[in-house]
């Protein structure tokens, strides 16, 4: 049971490039979210997912595309990677529907550098 | 709009005192967070708290919630170094209760 992974756990690009980020779990949960943590700052919401082909907005979605084909999986898009996305994003996953626990799980991170 | 404001933003501490982290909220939340995050790695489940008067103990910590006055505290008995890390509460809102996250209480101990 490995919970929560995220790939890769480093990535540096440059202006305009674009890649995917990885979240995947195994702990059949409904809700899936992806987040972004800059210096100082708490977490802020970036798209989130209900169950398989539903997504929507969360508080910063600009320059992001997610899309979610299965339970298990909810890659993170960035279209043109900008200086401004320099940041460590963090993916999680929560399963109160199928477990009746309000615990709100978190991957270790990617640590995303946009030269 | 939920919003979350903590404070204090920076706290240090001597070992053995005890002090409060407090976390306000502005609208509606049926649930609050408590998150812990060491340097460099993940945020680590504390607590979750879903009713009012609600209070819940591990160890040296210990969170509680009041709705009414949208305010959450963790308070922080006989301080050790091991607690030296961030501290984050987060509210639930939407229909999907996504949560928006307070900026953070960086908490150092000092022996």
């Known amino acids: 049971n490995a919970g929560v992974t995220q790939t890769p756990k480093f990535q540096v690009l440059k202006t305009g490039q674009s890649m995917t980020l990885q979240c995947a779990q195994d702990?059949?949960?409904?809700?899936m979210s992806w987040y972004r943590q800059d210096p100082g700052m708490g977490l802020r919401l970036i798209h989130y997912?209900?169950?398989?082909?539903?997504?929507d907005q969360g508080e910063v979605p600009n320059g992001y595309n997610v899309s979610r084909s299965t339970t298990e999986d909810f890659p993170l898009r960035l279209l043109s990677a900008a200086p401004s996305q320099t940041s460590v994003y963090f993916c999680?996953?929560?399963?109160?529907?199928?477990?009746?626990?309000?615990?709100?799980?978190f991957g270790p991170g990617t640590r995303l550098t946009v030269t | 709009e939920l919003k979350v404001e903590q404070n204090p933003l920076f706290l240090s501490m001597q070992e053995g005192k005890n002090y409060t982290i407090y976390c306000n909220y502005s609208?509606?939340?049926?649930?609050l967070y408590w998150y812990r995050q060491d340097p460099g790695k993940s945020l680590e489940s504390l607590f979750v708290?879903?009713?009012?008067?609600a209070v819940k103990q591990e160890g040296r910590l210990m969170a509680s919630l009041d709705t009414k006055a949208r305010l959450s505290t963790l308070h922080i008995t006989a301080a050790v170094h091991d607690l030296s890390a961030t501290y984050f509460c987060?509210?639930?809102?939407?229909?999907?209760?996504?949560?928006?996250f307070g900026s953070g209480t960086q908490l150092t101990v000092l022996p």
């Open positions: 999680a996953t929560r399963g109160e529907v199928v477990s009746g626990n309000y615990e709100q799980y």
């Open positions: 702990m059949n949960h409904e809700y």
């Open positions: 997912s209900v169950g398989a082909g539903i997504t």
């Open positions: 609208t509606t939340s049926d649930r």
């Open positions: 708290l879903l009713s009012n008067g």
């Open positions: 987060a509210g639930a809102s939407g229909s999907a209760r996504q949560l928006t």
